[in-house]
């Protein structure tokens, strides 16, 4: 879990992100494609709803980060739930996206290099280290997604199978 001096790392260096956020989802997506040029064909040529889907995320994961941890046993909807929606997003990328793991690691080293481009100064290694662990969090939680959407391809019967 994160603690709350990382938490609050995370939340102060997004409210600086949020008026340069189309400049970060740039510097993203160059960065990635930098390290990773094969990548680029795994998108569309018109990158706008692409940005847009990974400032909402990271909005999404920073929300998250308010939940009260006394408020665990409450009912949350599904929509809301950051370990569901991350865990189908892992789903997403592996199945309909063909995505690779390996690229987990090119995205959060394009992720942090595009906060660090970003935020200057701000990004401090405090910051640094906070936004690396959620990405870490996140990217294992992705990745059992995909995991799980492989292990239940792996226990369906093969057609023809009478048992």
Same mark, same amino acid.
């Given at each position: 879990?994160?603690? *709350? %001096?990382?938490?609050?790392?995370?939340?102060?260096?997004?409210?600086?992100?949020?008026?340069?956020?189309?400049?970060?989802?740039?510097?993203?997506?160059?960065?990635?494609?930098?390290?990773?040029?094969?990548?680029?064909?795994?998108?569309?040529? *018109?990158?706008s709803?692409?940005?847009?889907?990974?400032? #909402?995320?990271?909005?999404?994961?920073?929300?998250?980060?308010d939940?009260?941890?006394?408020?665990?046993?409450? *009912?949350?909807?599904?929509?809301? *739930?950051?370990?569901?929606?991350?865990?189908?997003?892992?789903?997403?990328?592996?199945?309909?996206?063909?995505?690779?793991? %390996?690229?987990?690691?090119?995205?959060?080293?394009?992720?942090?290099?595009?906060?660090?481009?970003?935020?200057? %100064?701000?990004? #401090?290694?405090?910051?640094?280290?906070?936004?690396?662990?959620?990405?870490?969090?996140?990217?294992? #939680?992705?990745?059992?997604?995909?995991?799980?959407?492989?292990?239940?391809?792996?226990?369906v019967?093969?057609?023809?199978?009478?048992?």
């Amino acid at each position: 879990m994160l603690s *709350d %001096e990382e938490k609050k790392h995370i939340r102060d260096s997004w409210r600086l992100v949020v008026p340069i956020k189309e400049t970060a989802a740039d510097l993203f997506y160059r960065r990635l494609f930098e390290l990773k040029p094969e990548y680029r064909s795994l998108f569309q040529s *018109d990158m706008s709803a692409q940005k847009r889907k990974l400032v #909402t995320m990271l909005s999404f994961i920073v929300k998250s980060l308010d939940w009260k941890e006394t408020a665990w046993r409450d *009912d949350v909807s599904e929509a809301d *739930d950051l370990f569901l929606v991350v865990l189908a997003m892992g789903r997403r990328h592996s199945s309909l996206y063909k995505i690779p793991d %390996e690229a987990y690691a090119a995205v959060g080293a394009s992720l942090i290099w595009a906060l660090e481009q970003g935020l200057g %100064e701000a990004f #401090t290694p405090d910051t640094q280290q906070a936004w690396a662990r959620v990405y870490d969090l996140v990217s294992r #939680t992705m990745l059992l997604g995909s995991a799980a959407l492989d292990m239940g391809a792996a226990v369906v019967a093969p057609e023809g199978d009478e048992s």
